[in-house]
C-alpha cells in the first residue's frame, strides 16, 4: 500500500511548473546579484549615449 502510494507521489508532475519557475527566479535573482555591478555600468553607458544622442537630434 505504502509503496503504490511512494510510486504515484513520485509520478505526480503538478507542481513541476511552479518548481521550474521559482528555481529560475532564483538563478535569475542570483545573476542581477552577482554582475549588479557591471549591469549598472552597462545601464548607465546606454543611458548616457540615449542622451547624448537625443542632445544632438533637438539641437
Known amino acids: ?5 511512494c510510486k ?3 509520478r505526480d ?3 513541476v511548473g511552479v ?3 521559482i528555481l529560475i527566479l532564483v538563478v535569475l ?3 542581477v ?3 549588479k555591478n557591471q549591469l549598472k555600468t552597462l545601464v548607465d ?3 548616457k549615449e540615449i542622451q547624448t544622442k537625443t ?3 533637438y539641437s
Open 45 to 47: 553607458g546606454i543611458f
Open 1 to 5: 500500500m505504502a509503496g503504490q502510494w
Open 13 to 15: 508532475e503538478s507542481g
Open 19 to 21: 518548481v521550474e519557475m
Open 29 to 31: 535573482i542570483g545573476l
Open 55 to 57: 542632445s544632438t537630434i
Open 8 to 10: 504515484e507521489l513520485w
Open 33 to 35: 546579484l552577482i554582475f
